[in-house]
């Protein structure tokens, strides 16, 4: 199959990486892709902000199938470009999109179809902020939670115990002239589970678990992931099936009914908290860093399921087999990420690293500089993958890979995975 991946993350990388392992041979693609992807297919130097220019490319390979990694081409209508053109797409169009792009609107969709989620309330200018926030968390409950309506890279939402900083965060938003989704808080472990879905049908993939915020223990401000594990020994016998009972399935659902069915990776981003199962966020492609942890584990081929998705007939294809191993993924990143990132910095001591057992290197933010030296080009700049016959193995087979990479200023968590692998998540 020739297929043709857009992106030049993390996630891509692991994508076109988990393709290339398919048991039959397929022409990879990618544009922009970057260094580690260029090891894998070949490199199309179109960003993914040039829809036009992604079209014509396109047009011009005639590829099988076109994998949509990030969502500002979904929201922005890529997929509908392209499947005007008569192109196969993994990846939904504008309107489906607007549940990663809106969050109000995706707040809406929930309410439609007796999907459970955090209570909200949403506000479009300054005056209705304050009332906004009492509603939500009356009698001065916290923490506050605070988010931009709009796509915003992981930066959009606030979470915080104190008063000020949450209308802060709220007259920027609302200064800046977005919207915002005021929400009760939600108290419980986070699990990320993607389902790949073809309109009708949802095929759930394997849970994992992202760590969001930039710092150990779950401190500093939050990021777009700085490490995932799977599976997770903790998670509620049956979950999976009960997300796509409630979630998944009812979402697709409502969307179908709308006229807008949804082709492409559902993520459902979802709190387990004390009164049940609760969606955090959707997004409307897969996740980074999961999808490094998730993609490991699949034993059966990856690109037959994202066609059949594509085709609009996810019954056509077998279910996918998961390994019994563990993956753990420790992002490195930059330095000041993810207030700012310091680039251009020599990367080293990949090959090291790819020495440990079972542990390979994701590139997320890399380029190749004028002298041809493999250089940072991005907040998150490498991920080390490793996988073991339990979470203690991969996490420290991935520890070990961070520790034989040099990136000068990096920094990176060390515990990523370690509740897990100590049974003491949600305790
Ligand atoms: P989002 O962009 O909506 O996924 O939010 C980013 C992160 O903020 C989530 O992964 C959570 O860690 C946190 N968060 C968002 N909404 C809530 C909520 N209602 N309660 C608690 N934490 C939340
Ligand atoms: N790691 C969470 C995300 O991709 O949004």
Redesign the pocket.
């Known amino acids: 199959m020739k297929i043709l991946v857009i992106g030049s993350g993390g996630r891509e990388h692991a994508i076109v990486r988990r393709l290339s392992r398919d048991s039959i041979p397929h022409e990879l693609h990618a544009a922009p892709g970057n260094p580690g992807i260029g090891q894998l297919a070949t490199l199309h130097p179109v960003p993914v902000g040039d829809l036009d220019a992604l079209v014509a490319l396109s047009r011009q390979l005639r590829p099988d199938l076109v994998v949509v990694g990030p969502e500002a081409p979904l929201v922005a209508g890529l997929a509908d470009r392209l499947r005007s053109q008569g192109i196969t797409v993994f990846g939904p169009g504008a309107e489906a999109a607007r549940l990663e792009g809106s969050?109000s609107w995706a707040k809406e969709i929930m309410a439609a179809a007796g999907v459970p989620?955090?209570a909200?309330v949403t506000v479009h200018d300054t005056s209705a902020l304050e009332a906004g926030l009492d509603q939500v968390n009356p009698d001065g409950a916290v923490?506050y939670?605070v988010?931009a309506d709009g796509l915003?890279a992981?930066k959009?939402?606030v979470?915080t115990d104190d008063r000020l900083e949450a209308l802060a965060h709220g007259r920027a938003v609302l200064d800046a002239g977005g919207s915002l989704v005021l929400?009760?808080?939600?108290?419980g472990p986070?699990v990320s589970l993607f389902c790949l879905c073809d309109g009708q049908r949802a095929v759930p993939l394997q849970p994992a678990q992202?760590f969001?915020?930039a710092m150990e223990g779950d401190e500093g401000p939050?990021t777009g992931g700085m490490g995932a594990y799977s599976p997770l020994p903790w998670a509620p016998e049956g979950l999976v099936d009960e997300v796509v009972r409630t979630v998944a399935q009812p979402t697709l659902t409502e969307l179908a009914r709308r006229g807008t069915p949804f082709v492409g990776t559902l993520f459902c981003?979802l709190?387990l908290t004390a009164r049940g199962v609760?969606v955090?966020?959707f997004?409307v492609r897969f996740g980074d860093p999961e999808t490094q942890v998730v993609l490991e584990r699949l034993a059966s081929d990856l690109a037959p399921l994202l066609l059949a998705a594509a085709q609009g007939d996810l019954s056509a294809v077998p279910a996918p087999v998961w390994s019994e191993d563990a993956a753990a993924t420790v992002v490195i990143a930059s330095e000041g990420y993810p207030a700012s990132s310091r680039t251009g910095d020599e990367i080293g001591g990949i090959e090291a690293a790819e020495a440990g057992e079972a542990t390979h290197v994701i590139h997320a933010g890399t380029a190749q500089d004028a002298q041809g030296r493999l250089v940072s080009a991005g907040g998150r700049v490498l991920c080390v993958v490793a996988t073991g016959a339990d979470l203690a193995t991969a996490r420290q087979r991935a520890l070990d890979g961070v520790d034989a990479v040099q990136l000068e200023g990096s920094h990176h968590r060390r515990d990523i995975a370690r509740a897990a692998a100590e049974g003491t998540v949600g305790a």
């Open positions: 969050k989620t955090a909200s923490p939670v988010k915003a992981g959009g939402v979470v929400e009760e808080y939600l108290d986070e992202d969001k915020r939050n981003g709190a609760r955090v966020e997004n």
